[in-house]
């Protein structure tokens, strides 16, 4: 009966979303402090949360738009919102690292104009060919980024979106960013600004944990269960979507799955996967928490809530 007053309180309580907001903020602040006595200056420190705190009120107005736009979750569409900030606040390492978190931004977005190809021969072109503009963006600030074009292909055909126009606009898509910081490595004599990215992306590390943080393995086995449970459940209880969202929250799981993968066979990159992981996950986990019913749906909230304040606790002490 308490798990089920906490999932009513946290899924339909109006001050979920603000209470998020605060958490999240004051641990970047706190990041913030201790990035100064750790000898970083002032001014880039200020700038780092600057832009920062305005990338993550920006995914996370993104996450409400793309419910709104393609409802993922059939009440109140802030609560995938309310948990991205909840596990933005459990994972202070990221919080000055705006690359990371403008590459997973652009993810984002990427999955936006994806969503908007559903069944939508006339307007796929158009629609690809800005969901992989957006890859090509996020490229430049994470370089694997483009190993997931296979996965946006795979979900535009099966959105019945792909064929040889919209294939080939996306490809246009990915290649204009490149066009642009190109003519402009070339004007400026620093081809690394394009070399750089094609480096790294085809760039891979042996098999090995050794070099895991104790915070990124604590997270990572977080994410992973909540994605876990969130998956079985939103494919048992499928025939209860429509049929366009039962599509989008499928290509989500692929998504996600694929980068869990990634995550595993290259542990070297889990610092450049896990943004990715916690803006993909919110959403997964958004429809678990409003959608899950029963004894058993309120048993497992309860204990994601409590291993969130867990792994709260132990990421802030490892920053300590």
């Known amino acids: 009966m308490a798990a089920n007053r906490l999932q009513h309180l946290f899924a339909t309580g109006r001050w979920t979303l603000p209470v998020s907001i605060v958490c999240a903020s004051a641990l970047l602040l706190t990041s913030t402090l201790l990035a100064l006595r750790g000898g970083m200056s002032p001014a880039a420190a200020s700038t780092s949360t600057l832009v920062s705190l305005l990338l993550y009120a920006a995914t996370g ?61 006339q307007e796929a072109p158009a629609a690809l060919f800005y969901s992989f503009l957006f890859l090509g963006f996020g490229s430049f600030f994470a370089p694997k980024l483009t190993l997931l074009a296979p996965v946006f292909w795979i979900g535009a055909y099966g959105f019945q979106s792909l064929h040889r126009k919209s294939f080939f606009a996306s490809i246009t898509g990915w290649l204009v960013p490149y066009w642009f910081v190109l003519a402009a490595a070339l004007w400026s004599h620093k081809i690394v600004w ?127």
């Open 61 to 121: 107005y993104l996450l409400i738009d793309l419910n709104n736009a393609f409802p993922l979750i059939r009440l109140r569409a802030t609560i995938q919102t309310s948990i991205y900030f909840l596990l933005v606040a459990a994972c202070p390492a990221f919080h000055l690292r705006p690359r990371a978190v403008l590459a997973a931004m652009l993810l984002l977005l990427a999955v936006f104009f994806l969503f908007k190809s559903f069944r939508r021969a």
């Open 194 to 320: 394009v070399s750089q990215p094609l480096r790294e992306l085809f760039s891979f590390h042996a098999l090995s944990y050794q070099g895991v943080e104790p915070w990124q393995i604590a997270t990572m086995g977080y994410l992973l269960a909540l994605f876990a449970v969130s998956s079985l459940h939103s494919l048992r209880h499928s025939h209860q979507d429509k049929t366009n969202t039962r599509s989008f929250l499928r290509f989500l799981l692929f998504l996600t799955a694929s980068l869990f993968l990634y995550a595993l066979l290259q542990p070297a990159g889990i610092d450049s996967t896990l943004p990715f992981l916690l803006v993909l996950v919110c959403a997964l986990g958004g429809h678990f928490v409003i959608q899950a019913t029963g004894r058993v749906g309120n048993l497992l909230i309860g204990f994601f809530s409590l291993a969130f304040v867990l792994l709260f606790l132990f990421n802030v002490w490892t920053l300590w």
